[in-house]
Nanobody, 120 residues
């Protein structure tokens, strides 16, 4: 069993910063990609940023230059630093991990989500 525990988030004014972290624990052999997605009310869940085990990153156009994703492979943890936040960044942020178990089964896991609210 694998758990993704997210922390961070909260309420911030536009232009402010927040940071999120997500730690994966459990029966994990390796983690391929870790990423952050978000879902605003009435919208579909969308990719925010993803980082591979090799450190390659990909960002949604809407957050490029403002958000930075990073990971600590030794801690199975992914981080998201969010700067210059805008009200449209408001939503529930979910952590996602694409990982391999010791039995060579590959699965995707999601965190429980953390609320980010940006006031104007």
């Amino acid at each position: 069993q694998v758990q993704l525990v997210e922390s961070g988030g909260g309420l911030v004014q536009a232009g402010g910063s927040l940071s999120l972290s997500c730690a994966a624990s459990g029966s994990i052999f390796s983690i391929n990609a870790m990423g952050w997605y978000r879902q605003a009310p009435g919208n579909q869940r969308e990719l925010v940023a993803v980082v591979t085990s090799g450190g390659s990153t990909n960002y949604a156009d809407s957050v490029k230059g403002r958000f930075t994703i990073s990971r600590d492979n030794a801690k199975n943890t992914v981080y998201l630093q969010m700067n210059s936040l805008k009200p449209e960044d408001t939503g529930v942020y979910y952590c996602k991990a694409d990982l391999m178990h010791y039995n060579s089964i590959r699965r995707v896991y999601w965190g429980q989500g953390t609320q980010v609210t940006v006031s104007s």
